[in-house]
């Protein structure tokens, strides 16, 4: 059974950085794209930043520069570093997986961020962004 669980979550002032830790069970994690998704009350729920498995490292335009994300498939753990976070950050993260046997290059963000074609979800992590 596949199980993900978001971590590091919290509130920050704006300018500040939080670390987010995926950590996911059941899986061969070498062999499935993570993804970043936030949502806020009222929202759709949207892709933030998707890692595939061949370690393409993809973002929506506005987290750019700001955000980075990586795996660590040994211990089965993605992570989503974010620094000179806004208040507009603020919403509930949470990750995905997708089984994805791509090679190098392969996806966009628009073709791999997809939220309907992740699977297995997390319970979600709180980020607020506020002075």
């Known amino acids: 059974q596949v199980q993900l669980v978001e971590s590091g979550g919290g509130l920050v002032q704006p300018g500040g950085s939080l670390t987010l830790s995926c950590v996911a069970s059941?899986?061969?994690?070498?062999?499935?794209?993570i993804g970043w998704f936030r949502q806020v009350p009222g929202k759709e729920r949207e892709g933030v930043s998707c890692?595939?498995?061949?370690?393409?490292?993809l973002y929506t335009d506005s987290v750019k520069g700001r955000f980075t994300i990586s795996r660590d498939n040994a211990n089965k753990v993605v992570y989503l570093h974010m620094n000179s976070l806004k208040p507009e950050d603020t919403a509930v993260y949470y990750c995905?997986?997708?089984?994805?046997?791509?090679?190098?290059?392969?996806?966009?963000?628009?073709?791999?961020?997809?939220?309907?074609?992740?699977?297995?979800w997390g319970q979600g992590t709180q980020v607020t962004v506020s002075s």
């Open positions: 059941g899986l061969t994690l070498d062999y499935y794209a």
């Open positions: 890692i595939s498995s061949s370690n393409d490292m």
């Open positions: 995905a997986e997708k089984w994805d046997y791509s090679g190098k290059g392969y996806w966009t963000f628009s073709s791999l961020c997809r939220t309907d074609d992740f699977g297995s």
